[in-house]
């Protein structure tokens, strides 16, 4: 299909790259965003392999790459220095990597892209419904009432916390996770010598503490790292009371060597909070109403993998490929779950089955996590299927994607990435 009318809702990571995919198909786009003002929240995150293939079909891994900062691995030790974890993207092939990017660099990145195209961002529209209007077309009515569209096709990427996806029907599963994060994007200090590494420090399962290096902002030279610490929900406001003084001396206490990071954090105005949540949703669309789900909308997970952009990524690259080939919204809608069914119910379940591992209450799980993962690594099964489970690409016990849907396009593009300096753009 060609020229058809789509709105969508929410301007975060899955709604500009759906975005910037249908523009160039040569739709009519139009993005509902209900901030005053389209922009990113959070500190950092990793795209993987699977997320940098599809910023590299949109042409935007080189600027991405220019941004953020190569991560070739992770490791994790518990706070007595035993290793858990210790994950090297190259020893799955050569050739890949993740990498740490701002949220605002990866934001802008696809922002000035969905710009370029011309795509017009609607702000201040919280969306709340949508309604079928005449000729099979929809509207999206928002929360003062306002009608938006007629749309041919409305996508929803507002996220975790939809309102929209209760129009789907099926059953839909939305669990709050009992652990949070507090997060901050901090100035990197000359001494920290993991540049290309995101480090872990765990003590039991309910302390988790991670510093995922993310590079720069455009606009900002310095070189940054997302830092993480967990918190449970329902203790968010005493550990604010515990005041940041004592806090930081906790975390110094269990992780010495994170101290001068720690100094970035002057006042508690610089962290934020995040909670999260389990989202299954029966069918991400709805083919009555000509909508269909994407992103964290249709999937919430814990940000214990690190695949949520990546996720949401995919899926706005398949769903647009899927409008753009077929014939009918309906034939879009069934090539659009057939293709990402499996890769996202992989990802739910890994999450929620690992989740307490990392996040929890639980001393056991946690001694057994101490105990098992890194011997785990060890073996040369278990660390293969470790790896292809942290570089995004698994979709059930012993299968995955399709090399065709990732591993050729971004093999292809990293290949003349490494050869790029440093500071470069595309
Ligand atoms: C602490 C933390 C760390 C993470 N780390 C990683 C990581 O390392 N790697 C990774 O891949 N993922 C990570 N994630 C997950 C990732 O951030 C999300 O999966 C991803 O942003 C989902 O993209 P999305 O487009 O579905 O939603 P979002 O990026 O959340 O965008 C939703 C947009 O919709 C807008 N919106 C919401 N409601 C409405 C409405 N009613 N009307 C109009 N607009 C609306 C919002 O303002 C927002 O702009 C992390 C998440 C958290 C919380």
Not at 8 to 28: M, N, Q, S
Not at 38 to 46: E, Q
Not at 120 to 131: F, K, Y
Not at 152 to 174: E, N
Request: net charge positive.
């Amino acid at each position: 299909m060609r020229n058809l009318r789509i709105g969508i809702v929410g301007a975060g990571t899955g709604g500009l790259a759906a975005a910037a995919f249908l523009a160039r198909d040569g739709h009519e786009v139009h993005l509902l965003e209900r901030f005053a003002e389209a922009r990113p929240v959070g500190a950092g995150l990793l795209l993987q392999p699977t997320g940098l293939a599809c910023l590299a079909q949109l042409g935007l891994d080189a600027r991405a790459r220019s941004l953020g900062a190569v991560i070739h691995d992770l490791e994790g030790r518990t706070v007595g220095g035993r290793r858990v974890l210790a994950m090297d993207y190259r020893r799955l092939q050569p050739h890949l990597f993740g990498l740490g990017i701002h949220r605002g660099s990866l934001f802008a990145l696809l922002h000035d892209e969905v710009a370029r195209l011309g795509v017009p961002i609607t702000t201040g529209v919280e969306a709340v419904r949508v309604e079928p209007h005449a000729r099979q077309r929809t509207v999206v009515i928002d929360k003062l009432g306002r009608h938006h569209g007629p749309y041919d096709f409305v996508m929803d990427a507002s996220g975790m916390r939809s309102p929209l996806r209760r129009t789907l029907g099926g059953r839909i599963r939305d669990r709050q996770f009992k652990y949070g994060a507090i997060w901050a994007a901090l100035p990197i200090t000359d001494g920290w010598p993991h540049r290309a590494t995101l480090m872990q420090r765990y003590d039991g399962a309910p302390v988790m503490i991670g510093v995922l290096p993310i590079g720069r902002l455009p606009e900002d030279p310095t070189p940054r790292c997302a830092f993480f610490w967990s918190v449970r929900v329902d203790q968010r406001e005493a550990w604010m009371a515990a005041g940041l003084d004592a806090w930081k001396t906790r975390v110094a206490t269990l992780w010495p060597a994170i101290a001068p990071i720690l100094d970035g954090v002057r006042a508690s105005g610089d962290l934020s909070f995040v909670s999260y949540a389990d989202v299954v949703v029966e069918q991400p669309y709805c083919p009555d109403l000509s909508l269909a789900v994407i992103g964290d909308g249709a999937h919430g997970t814990s940000p214990q993998l690190g695949q949520g952009a990546n996720l949401a990524l995919m899926d706005a690259m398949t769903l647009a490929g899927a409008l753009s080939r077929e014939d009918t919204i309906e034939a879009a809608l069934g090539e659009y779950q057939a293709a990402r069914r499996r890769h996202v119910a992989f990802y739910q379940l890994a999450s929620r089955w690992l989740t307490p591992f990392f996040q929890s209450d639980s001393r056991v799980l946690g001694l057994v996590r101490d105990a098992t993962f890194g011997l785990a690594s060890m073996v040369p099964f278990a660390e293969g299927q470790m790896l292809r489970t942290l570089a995004g690409i698994k979709t059930g016990p012993f299968s995955e994607l399709d090399p065709g849907d990732w591993s050729e396009r971004y093999a292809t593009r990293s290949r003349r990435l490494t050869t790029l300096p440093a500071s470069s753009s595309s």
